[in-house]
């Protein structure tokens, strides 16, 4: 399930035309783990108008505390929709078809005229009365400076502030990030390379793109370097239109190397597996995660196509192949779905993790245990529920 | 003068004691992100040279109390050898760091694979351990043992690690594991041995008379095969009875507030004993010592017909420690007539003014200290499980007092109850905290 800030940056980005997965931070989103709540938490939200919204959160972890949070986005957000008209594939982080970027040379643009949107948000929690905000302001088309401040008289130096200074143009994009937390340095670029059939413009439709992407980390203070780089190369079949993505990482510093495959097999399944082997100590590792989505209703209507045997030459695409992809996509996009299971399980932790997020009535619920078969007899490590009310 | 201390001790058992107690030492309390796994103790020796000893000063000596200063010396052979993994990802340190600090990671970036952790064994060798230095030792049955290092201890220890090739790493760890032992020796040894010694000495008397009893019972019922086991303790006979009655307490807050006051002239306290003249009250009492012992509290549980005269003979107790520094003379009894129906009740129950022995003049109109009189009441016959034997008016209000006051010993007012004490079933002063040992 998703947090209501993540709802609220995801429709802020949407509306200003921000594309967040053309960064190095989401390029193995997509086979990313899941998180297990941790506590019983109940958020209730309001949008009360299209450029304010509320959100209450009361949590028990042992103790009771909570959270109060404020924003306002000079961008109308459209998009947030109540936990009563969402739909689920919307409410819960789910595959995230990476689509190739649209790379414009700033002729479509022009039409648009850029207006700098800004987003602020405040949030207290209590007991303890820590303080964290938000700032984003878009400072260009293809630019915006985003600050993340954490604010309690408990912390060292009293707080810590994040700046992030994020550049996109669509074939490329960078961050420039510093954090007074140890004074940490950090860039991350992210490359997409342009194909062979879009390069000869053969193709009518693509859906297909290969990134490459790094980090890179220094903290001053502790003298912790960090690096990494990844690829990640995501496509859709031609015949079928599933989603497929697949990532390479690489550690050169730790000699740690991971790739991942993902597969939304039909639209209402989705199967992940990570391999992590290091090259210095031989640990190896392998995951294995899956989604399953339950119908509401019984009558459901698959793609069922029939193959042409017919080889078709490679530089002619149809707009029939255009077809299969969107009809997939909008077959996912427009089932009703009620509730959905999620599974991991690795190797090396010997654990597996169950998580249930479903819909009852106009509340989001998102529940999940993570059990541990390291012993004789198996302890659950974490349990917990989430309640979701937004209006 | 010096020691010759044996060496050749069981040192398998030894050492198998002391790896338990170092493993607990070592894993508890929260581990520091740099470690992957816990602590283990590899190989512990505690060689073949023994510590040279000497006694430089004993200070304080009797049954439960010591005070000593030695000067040791060891130049031994004993070695420890530890083994843990650490983690190689200082980023990844950096981050449960924050995590922990900033209580969750909200302005932390999100990193990818420069997160990942990679943790390496790390096996420490420490050897050729010298330790030179000046050693108090404070014992007290009250409070256990204490140890203090007058001087930092540690002279050389050889730091030996499977990062022996790596100039930089090894250095690190040398001067790490030097500041940590240095620590050890100041903080963690000495509170670790109080813990310890707080097991064998106690400061609960009473719990030690059970131990007692309960051992001469299993004693006495050897013969017939039939040991009672349970225990049984005063707040079962008398649950109602409070560990400190809030009569006392607010007799104690009395005394001390009477004591709140710019008069050169003060009440003494009739029923009360100062703790700096506590000793000449033990030496003057040796009925104290000799009374209560265990026996008295096994017939007291098993015998409920000799509570009377057990109860009697604590009061007579208690009237004798009205005697003051001074005055040994008999205390005035007095019995008082507040109105008829409570005569009744009390007709039996004796009190002493508060005010018996003074004769200065005050602000304290006598009316109010008459009608507010603190009594000391005899234990009735009817009420044989009852301890408590004291009331006190609740409604004393001490007004600000200004009137002449003879030079008393103790000039220094104190808020603090454990000033004072007394004796009883309710409050043994042997329970009561002990004062703050001399500075070393």
């Given amino acids: 399930m998703r947090e209501f800030m993540d709802s609220v940056l995801r429709s802020f980005y949407k509306s200003t035309g921000w594309k967040e997965d053309n960064f190095y931070e989401n390029v193995v989103s997509t086979s990313e783990d899941f998180p297990i709540p941790t506590d019983l938490k109940f958020n209730i939200a309001s949008k009360s108008t299209d450029y304010t919204a509320t959100s209450l959160v009361v949590s028990n972890s042992g103790v009771i505390n909570g959270s109060i949070a404020y924003l306002y986005s000079s961008s109308p957000l459209k998009d947030l929709l109540g936990t009563a008209d969402i739909s689920l594939q919307e409410a819960i982080a789910s595959y995230k078809v990476i689509r190739p970027p649209s790379i414009t040379n700033g002729q479509t643009d022009l039409n648009k005229e850029f207006q700098s949107q800004s987003l602020y948000y405040g949030r207290m929690y209590f007991p303890g009365s820590a303080l964290e905000a938000m700032v984003i302001k878009r400072i260009s088309q293809s630019s915006q400076l985003l600050v993340k401040c954490v604010s309690s008289d408990k912390l060292k130096n009293n707080g810590t502030m994040t700046f992030y200074f994020q550049q996109d143009s669509g074939r490329f994009a960078r961050e420039f990030i510093y954090s007074t937390n140890e004074s940490l340095f950090g860039l991350r670029c992210l490359y997409n390379f342009s194909q062979g059939a879009e390069r000869l413009n053969t193709a009518l439709y693509n859906n297909s793109s290969l990134s490459l992407g790094c980090e890179l980390w220094y903290g001053v203070l502790n003298m912790s370097p960090g690096v990494s780089t990844s690829m990640r190369y995501s496509t859709q079949s031609t015949a079928t239109g599933q989603p497929l993505t697949m990532t390479l990482a690489l550690n050169p510093l730790l000699g740690h190397i991971s790739s991942t495959y993902s597969v939304k097999t039909s639209a209402n399944s989705t199967f992940s597996s990570r391999y992590d082997f290091n090259l210095f100590s031989y640990d190896s590792d392998l995951a294995f995660g899956c989604e399953l989505w339950k119908y509401k209703s019984n009558d459901i209507s698959l793609p069922i196509r029939k193959v042409n045997p017919v080889l078709v030459p490679h530089s002619k695409h149809s707009s029939y192949d255009q077809s299969v992809l969107e009809a997939f996509e909008s077959l996912v996009k427009d089932t009703d779905f009620s509730s959905v299971i999620k599974l991991s399980t690795g190797i090396n932790d010997r654990n597996l993790k169950l998580a249930w997020e479903g819909k009852y009535k106009d509340f989001l619920i998102s529940s999940g245990v993570d059990i541990r078969f390291k012993s004789q007899v198996p302890e659950v490590q974490t349990c917990g529920l989430q309640i979701q009310y937004r209006s | ?440």
């Fill in chain 2, 1 to 440: 003068m010096s020691c010759d201390i044996k060496w050749n001790f069981d040192k398998k058992l030894m050492e198998s004691w002391s790896k338990e107690l170092l493993d607990d030492a070592l894993n508890s309390g929260s581990k520091s992100n740099f470690l992957t796994s816990k602590i283990t103790i590899n190989d512990l020796n505690f060689g073949n040279i023994a510590p040279e000893v000497e006694i430089l000063e004993i200070g304080d000596i009797a049954n439960d109390k010591f005070r000593g200063i030695f000067k040791i010396k060891y130049y031994g052979d004993s070695f420890i050898e530890l083994k843990t993994s650490i983690q190689a990802n200082l980023l990844n340190v950096y981050i449960k760091n924050s995590k922990q600090e900033l209580n969750g990671d909200f302005t932390l970036p999100n990193f990818k694979l420069a997160k990942e952790s990679f943790s390496i064994p790390l096996i420490i060798k420490l050897s050729d351990i010298q330790l030179s230095g000046i050693i108090i030792v404070v014992f007290s049955k009250l409070k256990g043992l204490t140890l203090v290092f007058k001087n930092d201890p540690l002279e050389n220890i050889n730091v030996n690690s499977s990062f022996q090739n790596v100039e930089i790493i090894e250095n690190f760890l040398q001067k790490k594991i030097e500041i940590q032992i240095r620590d050890l020796f100041r903080d963690v040894l000495p509170s670790v041995l109080n813990k310890l010694s707080q097991k064998y000495t106690t400061s609960n008397l009473i719990n030690q008379l059970y131990q007692q009893r309960k051992n001469s019972e299993i004693n006495d019922n050897s013969n017939n095969g039939n040991i009672d086991n349970k225990r049984i303790l005063l707040s079962e006979i008398n649950p109602m009875e409070p560990e400190l009655s809030p009569a006392n307490m607010l007799r104690l807050s009395t005394l001390i507030k009477s004591r709140q006051s710019f008069g050169l002239n003060i009440l003494p306290m009739n029923d009360v004993i100062q703790r700096q003249n506590l000793h000449k009250f033990t030496n003057q009492n040796e009925i104290f010592k000799k009374k209560i012992n265990i026996s008295y509290l096994n017939k007291f549980i098993n015998n409920n017909s000799n509570m009377n005269n057990i109860l009697i003979q604590i009061s007579k107790i208690q009237s004798n420690f009205y005697l003051n520094e001074n005055k040994r003379d008999n205390l005035k009894k007095r019995k008082i007539k507040l109105n008829n129906k409570r005569q009744k009740e009390n007709d039996k129950m004796e009190s002493i003014d508060l005010k018996s022995n003074d004769s200065s003049k005050t602000l304290i109109d006598e009316e109010q200290l008459k009608s507010n009189e603190i009594k000391i009441i005899q234990p009735s016959t009817n009420k044989s499980h009852s301890i408590e034997s004291q009331t006190m008016d609740l409604n004393y209000k001490p007004i600000l007092h200004f009137y002449n006051r003879p030079n008393s010993p103790s000039t220094t007012t104190s808020t603090k109850s454990h000033k004072f004490t007394n004796i009883g079933l309710g409050y043994n002063w042997m329970d009561s905290p002990p004062p703050p040992y001399q500075q070393l």
